[in-house]
């Protein structure tokens, strides 16, 4: 009867440590994506550049500091902004056509 309370005590720590690991994983998957996009990258403005390089460091810094929630947000944000830039409507207004 203890091996059976134990075992089930062991999945429930288990069940409950798992999102932690997923935020973690999240978090350096994000800072990784930014890393191969950045080095591909091509031509973006310098201001864009700037801002994008500040947010990065913003969400190393909160990677460094076990915030991952925060690293989560923000290396998003820049997932969203790089992909955006990539795709040409970096700016606002639309296509124009």
């Known amino acids: 009867m203890k091996g059976t309370a134990l075992s089930a005590l062991f999945a429930a720590a288990t069940l409950l440590a798992s999102p932690v ?3 973690d994983d999240l978090c350096a998957l994000n800072m990784q994506k930014i890393d191969d996009a950045m080095a591909t990258a091509g031509a973006t403005s310098e201001g ?8 990065v460091d913003k969400a190393k810094a909160a990677q460094k500091a076990g915030d991952t929630k ?3 947000a923000i290396s998003t944000k820049v997932l969203q902004r790089l992909d955006k830039t990539d795709k040409g409507s970096g700016t606002a207004g639309g296509s124009g056509s």
């Open 21 to 23: 690991f997923a935020a």
């Open 48 to 55: 864009l550049d700037k801002a994008l390089n500040e947010d």
């Open 70 to 72: 925060e690293c989560i």
